[in-house]
């Protein structure tokens, strides 16, 4: 099974980020508008600028460069301070928003992550996924992103610095030659702008003349940094997203339909399938929901959602499932072509805290039930065990995709 990797990158996080706070105070002009930058003290001529508007950048002001000369190129220039508590919890805000997508999540700095989607797609595709995120975070957080979408980290990465702002970019395998290899050698990840003269020297001056330079040459000149950049150039990269566990605050899954569907039965399948995925992580996570939210999305793009508190906070597939159900029905209309449905559980509490109640001893049935799945899921894959609801899901998927 190839890796499902997406990379999510905030478009000029800092600007960005000190915008939306402005603006919350009372500020009648977006500063992303204007000639602007965040940049250290205005008063000292050492003060550099660590980031900039598209104004600014259309006057020449880079990145890393002083305020004082940036000033000069820009007399205009209006320079806001950072503000790194609010950018640790805008950070956290798209964490948290992402981890309804995944539990595998490599935070690579304040402003970027990888995504590890393999086990998480449920039949629906990556590409969905990274159109999925980028509108979320765009309505719900107010600032934009770029998702690079990919079979590994490394041309996840390479896809998301394609052209920006609120872009999505794929790079497949059989995309390399057309939309990285033309690219200046010196934009290939992770390589030092010491060897860039040194490459160009050799005649090599494109991503893609590295990767058909003879790698024994890179070996004797550059060691094992000369076999990782010819690997890297032809889009080879093994590395796992390493992400360390943390409680979510909301866990939740969606898959787009392979066709438009009306009938209420086979909508159901759809959810079930979701419930079991969503409480699948629940139980991983030792928590247990006390909200679920069902999401529909028509062929015409309009969205519903319902959501209701359940009788008491449960990680149970049959309890989700049931309670989604209801919502179902209850938005279901007639003749509603539906496209896409969604599946979230919400105000979670830790399993520790909640005191068990007399119902939930009865149902110690089924959370064995749940239990032996999930050791069934652990050691043999999460595909390895599905109830037969699922399977009808997975049918009808697949007989689209034979008849396409």
Request: charged share 35%.
């Given at each position: 099974m190839k890796r499902q990797i997406l990379h999510v990158d905030v478009n000029n996080a800092f600007l960005s980020w000190t915008a939306l706070e402005l603006l919350k105070e009372g500020a009648k002009v977006d500063i992303r508008t204007i000639p602007s930058i965040i940049g250290g003290d205005e008063s000292k001529r050492s003060g550099i600028v660590l980031a900039k508007?598209?104004?600014a950048?259309?006057?020449g002001v880079v990145t890393g460069e002083t305020i004082y000369s940036a000033k000069r190129k820009c007399p205009n220039l209006q320079v806001f301070a950072s503000r790194y508590g609010k950018y640790k919890e805008y950070s956290n805000q798209l964490y948290q928003l992402l981890l309804e997508y995944t539990d595998q999540i490599e935070r690579y700095s304040i402003d970027e992550c990888f995504l590890d989607m393999t086990h998480f797609l449920l039949k629906d595709t990556l590409l969905n996924k990274a159109?999925?995120?980028?509108?979320?975070?765009k309505e719900e957080l107010g600032f934009s992103v770029n998702v690079g979408v990919a079979h590994n980290k490394l041309l996840a990465k390479m896809a998301s610095d394609f052209t920006k702002p609120d872009?999505?970019?794929?790079?497949?395998?059989?995309?390399?030659?057309?939309?990285?290899?033309?690219l200046p050698v010196g934009e290939l990840f992770m390589l030092g702008k010491k060897t860039v003269p040194i490459l160009q020297q050799m005649g090599i001056h494109t991503i893609g003349d590295l990767a058909k330079t003879n790698q024994t040459i890179l070996i004797k000149k550059f060691g094992k940094h000369g076999k990782l950049m010819w690997e890297y150039a032809n889009g080879v990269d093994e590395t796992e997203v390493h992400y360390q566990p943390e409680k979510p605050k909301g866990i939740g899954n969606?898959?787009?339909l392979p066709m438009d569907i009306s009938v209420v039965e086979k909508l159901e399948e759809v959810l079930l399938a979701l419930a079991e995925q969503v409480s699948y992580r629940l139980r991983r996570h030792e928590m247990l929901a006390n909200v679920v939210n069902v999401q529909l999305r028509t062929k015409d793009f309009e969205d519903f959602s319902h959501q209701e508190k359940l009788e008491m906070a449960t990680a149970s597939t049959k309890e989700i499932y049931a309670k989604a159900k209801k919502l179902l029905q209850e938005m279901a209309r007639s003749g509603m072509q539906i496209r896409l449905v969604g599946l979230r559980v919400d105000h979670l509490t830790s399993k520790?805290?909640?005191?068990?109640?007399?119902f939930a001893q009865k149902n110690e049935k089924q959370t064995r039930l749940d239990e032996v799945v999930d050791e069934l899921k652990a050691k043999y894959g999460y595909q390895s065990v599905t109830r037969a609801g699922k399977l009808?899901?997975?049918?009808?998927i697949k007989l689209k995709e034979e008849k396409e």
């Open positions: 508007s598209m104004k950048k259309e006057c159109v999925e995120i980028n509108k979320r975070v872009k999505i970019h794929t790079l497949w395998e059989e995309e390399i030659s057309s939309k990285m290899w033309n969606s898959v787009t520790d805290e909640v005191q068990l109640s007399l009808k899901v997975e049918g009808m």
